[in-house]
Nanobody, 117 residues
Framework: VQLQASGGGLVQPGGSLRLSCAAS????????MGWFRQAPGKQRELVAR???????NYADSVKGRFTISRDNAKNTVYLEMNSLKPADTAAYYC????????????WGQGTEVTVSS
């Protein structure tokens, strides 16, 4: 199973970006999916998470600005990021619980988001 993230880049403060992460490989189902981020010198932190049923939760720092969604038919999770701030600058990683022969947690490669004027 591989998680392929895309959509990062350089954006000015107040701008928007949309991250995508698609799961591929052999598996039966995907459970919760989420996005984490890690800024230089800081610990990786949860940004947003969505269950297979569509329930979501967000870090307080992104509530009202970021929206997580998923397309189960495409095995893809999205993160719509609006009103971006310099503090949002980080490497963003997708994460998913995937059921093959058993449940296993997978990480995608990071995609860099830089918010700067």
């Amino acid at each position: 199973v591989q998680l392929q993230a895309s959509g990062g880049g350089l954006v000015q403060p107040g701008g928007s970006l949309r991250l995508s992460c698609a799961a591929s490989g052999y598996f039966f189902s995907i459970g919760a999916m989420g996005w984490f981020r890690q800024a230089p010198g800081k610990q990786r932190e949860l940004v947003a998470r969505i269950t297979s049923g569509g329930s979501t939760n967000y870090a307080d720092s992104v509530k009202g600005r970021f929206t997580i969604s998923r397309d189960n038919a495409k095995n893809t999770v999205y993160l719509e990021m609006n009103s971006l701030k310099p503090a949002d600058t980080a490497a963003y990683y997708c994460n998913a619980d995937v059921y093959g022969s058993s449940w296993f947690n997978y990480w995608g490669q990071g995609t860099e988001v830089t918010v700067s004027s």
